[in-house]
């Protein structure tokens, strides 16, 4: 099946590399207009150079919620549309719940869940203004539904957009706006080499085939594979589907 985003404008976040940068690439493969936002100038740029310049990008800080409506405002009146809205942009933590200090439990909800909340607004009030409805698609996690050691205030946070996920799904299902999670596995991304360097030096290879081994399958994702999964669920081919979640873990859930 040849799953098209053709005619849609598609804006994603936290899209600079990794998962993000992924699902964009797909997108615009399966022929949507695509608009990726981040942090950082210097990673967009890049991001953009290496996809051949086509890709609509913006400097974009999810957490302020003024810079947000800003940078939707401005796709907006460059395409006259948007129809998906990828909250992908997220941060990690490691600690239990005595070891989370508050700024750290903060810093990880403004990013994973406020962030969540801005984009999503912004979205809506785009989408609402479309006779044909629109499509949101949130990050959320294994740890949504499933506990793994040390990881309190992240659990917490992927938590909190699985719960937004079925809010939005329900109140502007009206409104023809669908709203569907992906708890992704352990996907080898920038993130994930830079996270295992910093927290297990000198161990980088012993705890990379640990955590690969942990997952049913053996391994670890690869960001085009939950790009796979995104596409489709953005897609008119799935109009049915709204208000469910989907583990993209290689077996994490069901047979761990």
């Known amino acids: 099946m040849k799953v098209s985003l053709s005619q849609k404008v598609a804006v994603?976040?936290?899209?600079?590399?990794?998962?993000?940068?992924?699902?964009?690439?797909?997108?615009?493969?399966?022929?949507?207009?695509?608009?990726?936002?981040?942090?950082?100038?210097?990673m967009l740029q890049k991001a953009s150079d290496d996809s051949g310049g086509t890709f609509d990008t913006h400097v974009c800080d999810v957490?302020?919620?003024?810079?947000?409506?800003?940078?939707f405002g401005a796709i907006r009146q460059?395409?006259?549309r948007i129809d998906i809205l990828v909250n992908n942009a997220g941060i990690a933590h490691i600690g239990n719940a005595q070891t989370t200090s508050a700024e750290d439990f903060?810093?990880?909800?403004?990013?994973?869940?406020?962030?969540?909340?801005?984009?999503t607004r912004?979205?809506?009030?785009?989408?609402?203004?479309?006779?044909?409805?629109?499509?949101?698609?949130?990050?959320?996690?294994?740890?949504?539904?499933?506990?793994?050691?040390d990881r309190f205030a992240y659990s917490a946070s992927k938590g909190a957009v699985l719960a937004m996920t079925y809010s939005v799904a329900k109140?502007?299902?009206?409104?023809?706006?669908?709203?569907?999670?992906?708890?992704?596995?352990?996907?080898?991304?920038?993130?994930?080499?830079?996270?295992?360097?910093?927290?297990?030096?000198?161990?980088?290879?012993?705890?990379?085939?640990?955590?690969?081994?942990?997952?049913?399958?053996?391994?670890?994702?690869?960001?085009?594979e939950i790009a796979a999964a995104a596409v489709f669920l953005c897609s008119d081919e799935a109009s049915f589907?709204?208000?469910a979640t989907f583990p993209v873990d290689g077996g994490t859930l069901t047979l761990r």
């Open 63 to 71: 957490t302020n919620a003024r810079q947000v409506e800003s940078v």
């Open 106 to 119: 903060e810093r990880i909800q403004k990013v994973n869940v406020f962030g969540v909340a801005n984009c």
């Open 78 to 80: 460059t395409f006259g």
């Open 171 to 224: 109140d502007f299902i009206d409104h023809k706006i669908r709203c569907n999670a992906i708890q992704p596995g352990r996907v080898h991304t920038p993130f994930v080499d830079g996270f295992i360097a910093k927290n297990y030096q000198g161990k980088e290879e012993e705890m990379f085939r640990k955590l690969s081994e942990a997952q049913p399958i053996g391994r670890m994702g690869q960001p085009d």
């Open 12 to 42: 994603i976040t936290g899209a600079a590399s990794g998962i993000g940068l992924a699902i964009a690439q797909k997108m615009e493969e399966a022929g949507a207009k695509v608009s990726i936002l981040d942090q950082s100038r210097e």
């Open 122 to 149: 912004s979205g809506l009030q785009h989408m609402t203004q479309n006779s044909y409805g629109g499509c949101i698609l949130n990050m959320a996690s294994t740890v949504s539904t499933s506990a793994i050691a």
């Open 241 to 243: 589907i709204t208000g």
